[in-house]
Structures are given as C-alpha cells and as structure tokens.
C-alpha cells in the first residue's frame, strides 16, 4: 500500500501557488540564529529550504522535486526559500549554509549536491539536512531519500530492443552523477537481455539542460546507426528531438522522471518519477522522528514514486514493461555491478 501522509491524501496540486503561506523563491541571507524554527500546530516544520542543482522549470526532475515541497506547503502553511541552479561545489555550500542559517529543514534536490551536504551538515546540528544521493555515514542530522534511476531504464532498455530495426540504440546522458551511470549501465543491460548482440552507444554531455551539446550527441549517434535514444535529459530534452526530426530519420526516444509524451511523436516513454509522494514521506518521518539512518531508496516498488511508463503509440510493449518490473521486484532479475 502506498503511504501518504494525511496531509496530502486531499492535495492534489502541482507548481500552484501556495495559499495561505509565504513562498520565498531566493537564497536566505547568510547570518541569523541557527537555532531550529518552532514547528506548527501539526508538528511540521514552519520553515523549509530548498537546493536544486538545476532549474525549478526543467519540465523534469528539478521542477518535480520543487512541486512535492509546494504542494506539502500549500498545506501545512509553511514558508519555502529556494535556491535553484546551483551548479558548482561551493556554490552549493554556500547555498546550504545561507539557507541552514533561517530554516529548520533543508531538502536538496540532485545527487551533486551530496558532497556539500556531508560538509555543511555537521555544522549545523539543529538543522535536519535531506540529500537525494548517499550520504556519509555518522552525522545523526542527515539523510537520504532518493530515487534508483537506473532501474526503470533497465526497463526501458528491454523495450529498446525490441523496437529497434537496426540492431543499435543509443544513450545521451546528462551530467556525470550516479544516476546517470546507473541509468546508462542499466538501459545497456536491459537491451543486451533481449539482444545479446545489440549495440549500445553510449555518451555523456555534461549538462542535463544544454540543448545544443543534446542535440550534437543524439546526431552523432542516429548517424551511426542508432533508432532509440534514451535521453537522460531534462531541459536538454528539446535539442534530442530537434535531432530526431532533422535526421529524418524513425528514431524512437525515451526520457526521465515526467510525461512528455505530447511534446514529439519520437517520444515513446518515461521513466516517470513523483517526488512528491517522496517529499510527503520525507515530511512524514520528519514529523514522527524517525528519519532513518540508512538510505531510503525506491526503485519500481511503489509505483506512485517511479516506474517506466509508455507513451499512448508504444501502448503493444505494455505487457513487457509489466513482466519486466514485475521480474525486477521479486528479484528474478538482477542488476549489473553498479546500476
């Protein structure tokens, strides 16, 4: 059963606007009391900041993770500051130790921000600090919540496989961050399952939002022969599709966390995530006290978080996506050292 806490079970919003609280979009200025902020009369924190370490309005994992803290807010009356495109090692300190100085819990969004939240986190003691990627052990006030991104893009790469006519398929990967590799060794597993033979490209471009180096690799790879793509892209996304319909070419695309099905007759799936169910959780055990010491991973457990799902002109793959996630869950597949 899925769990929501009761607080969301009547919210069904999305990015609205919070009503009834303050929705701070900027950074705290560094300085004030680190002391932690009262809770409200439910027990949830009056004050929450928030790191993402791309754009609040990627369409995709960023924006997700922001509408999970929004739509708890609208809610609970809290007040929300949030630091968007942090994109540097020490910009993301800064932005944790300016927001840890005036907010009683700090959610970051990207697993690039990790290394900074180990640092920032222990000078903090009254602060609790949520990371979506594993953090160190040992520091009682930080946690992980996070999703395991390569698993549904194993299940994508079984689809791959069956829809590809010429025998290679290609992956565009973001930024160098464990759910990128996780995700490329996974898609290539998943292919290779059904087609030992196939061929995988697989490359890398450093961003999640420049669609101008997106567009280059997709091109690269649809000359050499590739027909699906999954485009581990956010923001990037448009500039894999702009190569799609340029080549010409049937080339078939996947892309993460939400439904983008309408925006390109290419698109043929997601590897659908809703943080905000995540959030809700993250909210939950913070209220009770029972944040847990170990990482908290989903992977396609609970389908209300993360699940590969299929565009409406892909709808014939049903059945393998189903049998494929079903495999995974009791354990009857294996995945890859390091996906």
């Known amino acids: 059963m899925i769990r929501v806490p009761s ?47 791309g754009p609040r309005n990627d369409k995709a994992f960023y924006q997700s993770y922001l509408d999970g803290v929004q739509a708890v807010a609208d809610r609970e009356g809290m007040t929300v500051s949030v630091v968007d495109n942090v994109g540097s090692p020490q910009a993301a300190i800064d932005a944790l130790t300016n927001l840890a100085a005036d907010n009683q819990l700090i959610i970051a969004g990207g697993s690039s921000l990790v ?3 180990n640092t920032v986190a222990a000078q903090f003691p009254d602060v609790t600090f949520v990371m979506s990627g594993v953090v160190q052990a040992g520091v009682p006030n930080l946690h992980t919540y996070a999703t395991r991104q390569g698993v549904p893009a194993y299940v994508a790469g079984v689809v791959a496989a069956q829809e590809s006519a010429t025998g290679t398929v ?14 490329s060794i996974d898609f290539a597993a998943g292919a290779k399952s059904v087609k030992p033979d196939i061929n995988v490209a697989s490359v890398t471009v450093g961003s999640l939002s420049d669609a101008a180096k997106a567009k280059e690799a997709t091109a690269a790879q649809i000359a050499n022969g590739a027909d699906v793509i999954y485009a581990f892209q956010d923001a990037g996304l448009p500039g894999v599709l702009d190569a799609v319909t340029e080549s010409g070419k049937d080339v078939k695309v996947f892309n993460p966390t939400t439904d983008r099905c309408e925006e390109s007759p290419a698109l043929i799936g997601y590897a659908f995530q809703d943080t905000k169910i995540m959030v809700g959780h993250v909210l939950e055990d913070f209220k009770a006290g029972s944040l847990p010491v170990e990482p908290r991973f989903y992977a396609l457990d609970d389908p209300a978080v993360q699940a590969l799902k299929l565009c409406p002109s892909a709808s014939q793959y049903e059945s393998v996506v189903a049998d494929t996630t079903a495999k995974l869950n009791s354990g009857a597949i294996t995945l890859p050292q390091g996906g």
């Open 7 to 53: 607080w969301l079970r009547s919210t069904r919003v999305l990015a609205a606007p919070v009503l009834g609280a303050a929705l701070v979009l900027s950074a705290c200025s560094s300085g004030g009391s680190t002391a932690a902020p009262e809770t409200g009369a439910s027990g949830a924190p009056t004050k929450v900041g928030v790191v993402l370490a």
């Open 115 to 117: 290394s900074a939240g």
């Open 170 to 183: 290609g992956y565009v990967g973001g930024t160098d961050i464990p759910p990128n590799s996780q995700s």
